[in-house]
Structures are given as structure tokens and as C-alpha cells.
């Protein structure tokens, strides 16, 4: 005995063209559908992932730009203001904080770096305190800092790839002639740690001739009240507080614009597709109105008749859907470079990350849909009158 499901299939490809190019909206629909949806769960996840990784919640540092990191690089580490070791003390000792941590920052000009030389990036850190922070750091060769005031150095993985360097090296710190010996390199992490040189805290200091430092990471106790503790740091004077619980708020809210231009665009190419499925549909009953009405005269009822027309809708929508979907998976690494290029910060890690809970998800909105769409020319299929449909000439 056939099947609806043969019978629809064998209607639908009696006009292959309008259903190949009605198949093609739907399954363009549910590739950028569940492209978005991925964009929504992986780059949040990124973007946690990305702070979580700092190792530490708040960042304390001398008022003036929050991202003194950023105002380092380019301009060379001009413009830098430092704060005595002294306020690292006083922070330790509030109730709220588990643990910090000194950072100082400093830029040398190195001729030999690129075309017309380039800034070199150095973190004096405290290998007592820092490694703890940043428990996810591994190693590709070598490790930490054998003493506080080692002339050693540990380079991130892709400066030392860009250097060529391996441990037992000796690099020279521009501009101050200094030699350090290469005791580490770290595994890729996909943060701004894999561009990074660290340095001991102290001989950083001496090699600068800075006894102070730029930067104070703040690891907060499990339940410890962050707000309240951000509310006490805004109290001491001349230092900027970054909370990078609100660093991400910030980012999601520029991020969320995008977001719903991009869903719009989406919702507006499943409603297309959802015509392109009526359309179709009503065109294929119309065409078969005298088969129709010859079904009918044999015994078919209404409901029959709008089930095997409905089921029509559903192939068109499931196969066109499974389609996207895995073109969606096939291309997942384009649209990440894609939004990549797009988005003014984009965090490490895929940033469109589709799973199977996400596919069938979206797989069921694609048919949800469409057979909400499948409804009008089920139903008018339903209403064909036999002896009309036979007499006419359609």
C-alpha cells in the first residue's frame, strides 16, 4: 500500500524546479536560523570563558584610560601611571578578597620587530601569586621562574613562535640591553596571553628603573559580595577600578544591536521561505484540482485530503531544514571568521558553536512553521468540490 508520504514526495517532484527553488529558500532560512542561534550560545560562552581566564574578577589601576594595556602597546608605554605597591597591601586585607596580585607593564622599542621595528610587550609578575591566578596556563616547554629575581623570562606561545625561541634561549630586552633566559613557553590559549612576554616583578622593576607597579588583579572569595567591594575601591583615591563582570555587560550590550539586526534579517528570510512553501503548495493543488476531486469521488474525505497536502509541507520543510542545517555545520568555520571580521571584539574560541540540541531545535521551528504555513492550502485542498474540479478545465 503507498504511503502519504510516497504520494507527496512523487507530487512535489512533478514540478522540480519550483520545489528545488522553494527547498532552497528554506534550507537558506534554516542555515542562517541556526547560524544566529549558535552566534547567541557561542559567544557568550567565549566570552565568559575570556574572563574567567583572566584568573581574576576586578583590576585595579591609576585613574586615567581603564585599558592601560591598550594605551601601552601604542604608544610605546608613554603616558603610563603607576601606583605604589603599598595600596596592593591595603586592598589585601578586605574581607572580600581571596587573593592579589602585582602587575607591572612595560613597551620597549625593538628595531628589529617588523618593517621600521615595533613595540615589545613585557608582564613583571609575581610567580608567587600570578601562576595561582591562572591556574588553566600550561606549559609547552619548561615552566616557571626558578626566583623572584631571576634575569629569566617566560614567552606566551606565539611570541615565541614570532621570535623563535625555545627554552634555554637568551632574548635581549630592547633598549636596555638586558638578557633574559628563556625558562618557559606556554601552550596556545587563545587569549592575550599567548602574545605576551612575563618577567619576574622585580627584575622587570629593575630593569626599568620602576619601583612601582601598574596594575592590581583582584581574586574574590567565592561569596564574597563583589559589588560591595567595588563600591569600597571607588573610594580610594586616584584609581580606576575594572570590574570585568561589567566589562562583559558592555560588550553584550554593543553586541546586542547586532544581534537583533541579524535575527530580524533571519526571521525576514524564514518568512520568505514560509511564502515560497504556500505558494508552492497552493500551486500544486491548484494544478491537481481534478485529481482531487477524483479522490474524493472515490471515498477520500476532506481530512484525508488535507493530510496528504499538509504532509507535502512537512517534507518541504524537513528536507529543506536538514539541509541547512548541515550546511550550517559544514560552514561553521567560515561564519565564525565571518563574524570575526564583523564584530569589534571577539573573544578566543568558536563563537558559533552548533550542537545537535541546538539543530533539532531549530529543525523544529523550521517545520513548526512551515506546517502553520501548510495550513490555507491543506485546507483549501480540503474544500475542493468533486463534480466542480472534474467539470473544469484546470
Given at each position: 500500500?503507498?504511503?502519504?508520504?510516497?504520494?507527496?514526495?512523487?507530487?512535489?517532484?512533478?514540478?522540480?524546479?519550483?520545489?528545488?527553488?522553494?527547498?532552497?529558500?528554506?534550507?537558506?532560512?534554516?542555515?542562517?536560523?541556526?547560524?544566529?542561534?549558535?552566534?547567541?550560545?557561542?559567544?557568550?560562552?567565549?566570552?565568559?570563558?575570556?574572563?574567567?581566564?583572566?584568573?581574576?574578577?576586578?583590576?585595579?589601576?591609576?585613574?586615567?584610560?581603564?585599558?592601560?594595556?591598550?594605551?601601552?602597546?601604542?604608544?610605546?608605554?608613554?603616558?603610563?601611571?603607576?601606583?605604589?605597591?603599598?595600596?596592593?597591601?591595603?586592598?589585601?586585607?578586605?574581607?572580600?578578597?581571596?587573593?592579589?596580585?602585582?602587575?607591572?607593564?612595560q613597551a620597549f622599542f625593538d628595531p628589529n620587530k617588523g618593517?621600521?621595528?615595533?613595540?615589545?610587550?613585557?608582564?613583571?609578575?609575581?610567580?608567587?601569586?600570578?601562576?595561582?591566578?591562572?591556574?588553566?596556563?600550561?606549559?609547552?616547554?619548561?615552566?616557571?621562574?626558578?626566583?623572584?629575581?631571576?634575569?629569566?623570562?617566560?614567552?606566551?606561545?606565539?611570541?615565541?613562535?614570532?621570535?623563535?625561541?625555545?627554552?634555554?634561549?637568551?632574548?635581549?630586552?630592547?633598549?636596555?640591553?638586558?638578557?633574559?633566559?628563556?625558562?618557559?613557553?606556554?601552550?596556545?590559549?587563545?587569549?592575550?596571553?599567548?602574545?605576551?612576554?612575563?618577567?619576574?616583578?622585580?627584575?622587570?622593576?629593575?630593569?626599568?628603573?620602576?619601583?612601582?607597579?601598574?596594575?592590581?588583579?583582584?581574586?574574590?572569595?567565592?561569596?564574597?559580595?563583589?559589588?560591595?567591594?567595588?563600591?569600597?575601591?571607588?573610594?580610594?583615591?586616584?584609581?580606576?577600578?575594572?570590574?570585568?563582570?561589567?566589562?562583559?555587560?558592555?560588550?553584550?550590550?554593543?553586541?546586542?544591536?547586532?544581534?537583533?539586526?541579524?535575527?530580524?534579517?533571519?526571521?525576514?528570510?524564514?518568512?520568505?521561505?514560509?511564502?515560497?512553501?504556500?505558494?508552492?503548495?497552493?500551486?500544486?493543488?491548484?494544478?491537481?484540482?481534478?485529481?482531487?476531486?477524483?479522490?474524493?469521488?472515490?471515498?477520500?474525505?476532506?481530512?484525508?485530503?488535507?493530510?496528504?497536502?499538509?504532509?507535502?509541507?512537512?517534507?518541504?520543510?524537513?528536507?529543506?531544514?536538514?539541509?541547512?542545517?548541515?550546511?550550517?555545520?559544514?560552514?561553521?568555520?567560515?561564519?565564525?571568521?565571518?563574524?570575526?571580521?564583523?564584530?569589534?571584539?571577539?573573544?578566543?574560541?568558536?563563537?558559533?558553536?552548533?550542537?545537535?540540541?541546538?539543530?533539532?531545535?531549530?529543525?523544529?521551528?523550521?517545520?513548526?512553521?512551515?506546517?502553520?504555513?501548510?495550513?490555507?492550502?491543506?485546507?483549501?485542498?480540503?474544500?475542493?468540490?468533486?463534480?466542480?474540479?472534474?467539470?473544469?478545465?484546470?
Open positions: 500500500m503507498i504511503s502519504k508520504f510516497q504520494i507527496a514526495s512523487k507530487n512535489l517532484l512533478r514540478k522540480k524546479s519550483r520545489t528545488f527553488l522553494t527547498l532552497a529558500g528554506i534550507m537558506l532560512s534554516s542555515w542562517v536560523l541556526v547560524s544566529l542561534l549558535g552566534f547567541n550560545r557561542g559567544y557568550e560562552t567565549a566570552l565568559n570563558r575570556d574572563i574567567d581566564n583572566m584568573g581574576y574578577q576586578i583590576m585595579v589601576m591609576a585613574k586615567g584610560c581603564p585599558y592601560e594595556a591598550a594605551t601601552m602597546m601604542l604608544q610605546g608605554g608613554a603616558g603610563l601611571r603607576y601606583i605604589e605597591q603599598s595600596v596592593m597591601d591595603s586592598i589585601a586585607k578586605k574581607p572580600e578578597v581571596d587573593q592579589v596580585t602585582p602587575i607591572l607593564m618593517d621600521g621595528g615595533g613595540i615589545a610587550g613585557y608582564y613583571g609578575v609575581d610567580v608567587a601569586t600570578y601562576p595561582g591566578m591562572k591556574p588553566f596556563l600550561r606549559f609547552h616547554q619548561g615552566g616557571w621562574f626558578h626566583e623572584a629575581t631571576a634575569a629569566e623570562a617566560v614567552m606566551g606561545y606565539e611570541a615565541a613562535e614570532l621570535e623563535q625561541r625555545q627554552v634555554g634561549d637568551m632574548i635581549l630586552v630592547p633598549e636596555k640591553n638586558v638578557q633574559l633566559k628563556v625558562v618557559g613557553i606556554l601552550e596556545r590559549s587563545g587569549t592575550q596571553d599567548d602574545g605576551t612576554i612575563f618577567v619576574p616583578l622585580k627584575t622587570l622593576q629593575k630593569i626599568s628603573g620602576i619601583d612601582k607597579i601598574t596594575t592590581i588583579g583582584i581574586k574574590v572569595k567565592k561569596d564574597a559580595d563583589i559589588t560591595k567591594l567595588e563600591a569600597a575601591l571607588y573610594q580610594l583615591p586616584d584609581l580606576q577600578v575594572v570590574s570585568f563582570s561589567q566589562v562583559k555587560q558592555t560588550i553584550m550590550k554593543l553586541i546586542t544591536t547586532a544581534r537583533i539586526m541579524v535575527l530580524s534579517i533571519a526571521i525576514i528570510a524564514l518568512l520568505i521561505a514560509m511564502v515560497g512553501v504556500v505558494n508552492t503548495i497552493l500551486m500544486s493543488v491548484l494544478e491537481r484540482k481534478q485529481e482531487i476531486g477524483i479522490l474524493k469521488t472515490m471515498g477520500a474525505m476532506p481530512w484525508d485530503i488535507f493530510c496528504l497536502v499538509w504532509t507535502e509541507t512537512l517534507l518541504l520543510c524537513a528536507c529543506g531544514g536538514t539541509a541547512g542545517i548541515g550546511l550550517a555545520f559544514v560552514f561553521a568555520r567560515l561564519s565564525d571568521i565571518l563574524v570575526r571580521r564583523i564584530l569589534p571584539y571577539a573573544p578566543g574560541g568558536n563563537l558559533v558553536a552548533i550542537d545537535m540540541r541546538l539543530s533539532l531545535l531549530t529543525l523544529a521551528i523550521i517545520v513548526t512553521v512551515g506546517l502553520a504555513s501548510g495550513i490555507y492550502p491543506a485546507w483549501k485542498a480540503g474544500r475542493v468540490r468533486p463534480l466542480e474540479s472534474i467539470r473544469s478545465d484546470v
